[in-house]
């Protein structure tokens, strides 16, 4: 069918994604399996592990971690109400919430698989869906993907530069590092924190009103994020307020330095921000994020921090921990937004027409022969002519097409079609395959194998 039949013929759909969700079609699969690569090259370069918690856990585990007062967790915690039976099951599934992010789950199992036994810091990545219940808008979705790493275990400013520093590589690799900046802040300790939000919240005594709603609210419930509102008059007001930078305690400010000169070291740049503090509780000291150079936080592609207290909070030993986070959706935006090309290997190399139902069950052995030898293939599909069946490997956008006719079944023999060329010839049946070979070259055959060395599985692309 022509692509314009198909829209004039097009009722509106039944059913449509739900707010805020999306298709991830195969154009953007490719952008998607582009960028799992870099991470998991880089990663592994780097010693990480891949680790996959549940896309739901115990709503505590969030609410315990992330923080009661955090947007993430007092807004778009995104509850799960599992079974529908009466009574006890369903109070205990109502317990469940889709994960907002990674670090709190990964500690979670942290604890849960006693993994403080192992060889410390541990190093762990994941990739896949995160949940937020929030209204969707440009890059902020309700089901989106993050990219996550966390080094638990040890604390050493050394590590937070080498986290940042695979980060960056990623962005490297994938070419957007030039279009972010990396902004940079200490928080503090938490006593560090507690002292100057009792001096912030002093500051705000009798100015209550000239405070927005929201702003009132995050006062009271979560003042450090006063620091990075958008309102004007809050912005205003903090001009004149005690900043976070006067609290800090000489450890941070030391350990800041250090981290700063290793920075430079690895000769990645960034911009000091002491508003920057992040949106969750979980984080201590060394805070950063990598924002759009052109639009700034609004639509930062990532970033993370320390979170000394967190393993702490699931009931683990006291542990340090670092780990950053980013967001794959925008990470395409941004390279749609550069003009980087994700490499695409769907192509169709091989179309096998045929006619004739002897010709059609010998096709069945051709295709998967080609297929066995790495050349991508479809065929054998219907029972429509041979005309309109070069036409369909024309739209599949084949560069090759064979074509087994009834004459051809008999003489033991193929019709070999260069597509682009528009050039056909015959050859035997059983030369097929070493020809198509030779005119694709070995550079494009996808002779991927899962299992490249004795019991040696190969990761699967995902
Ligand atoms: P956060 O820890 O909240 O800073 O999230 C880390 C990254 O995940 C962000 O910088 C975004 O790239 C991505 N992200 C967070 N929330 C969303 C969302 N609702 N939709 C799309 N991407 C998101």
Redesign the pocket.
Known sequence: MAKSDRISDMAEPMFRTPK?THDVLPEDHQYMTYIKKAVRHRCRQAGYRRIDPPIFENRAIFERGIGQHTD?VSK?LFLVSGKHTEGEDQEKSMQLALR??F?AGICRSYVEHGMQQLPQPVELYAIGQ?F?Y?R?QK????????VDLEVIGLKDPSLDAQLIHVCMNIFKDLQIADRLTLQLNNIGSSDNRKAFVVALKDFFIGKERHLPEIDLRRLEGNPLRLLDSKEADTQILLKSAPTLDQFIDEESKVYHATLIEYLQELEIPFTSNVGLV???DYYGQTVF??WDGSSGAQ??????GRYDGLIELFGGAPTPGVGA???????IWHMKQAGVKAPNKDQVDVFVAQLGPDAKKMCLRLISALRESGVHTIGALGEASLKSQMRLADKFGARFTLLLGQMEVKEGKIILRDMAAGKQKTVAFDKAVPEVLELLGAKDLDTYSLTDQLGNVVDSGE
């Open positions: 805020g993430i778009e907002p992010e670090t995160c937020r929030d969707p890059g902020r979705y309700r089901q989106f993907h993050q992040r949106g969750l994020e990598f639509n930062a592609v990532g970033g993370g986070a980013f967001g794959i959706e925008r990470m």
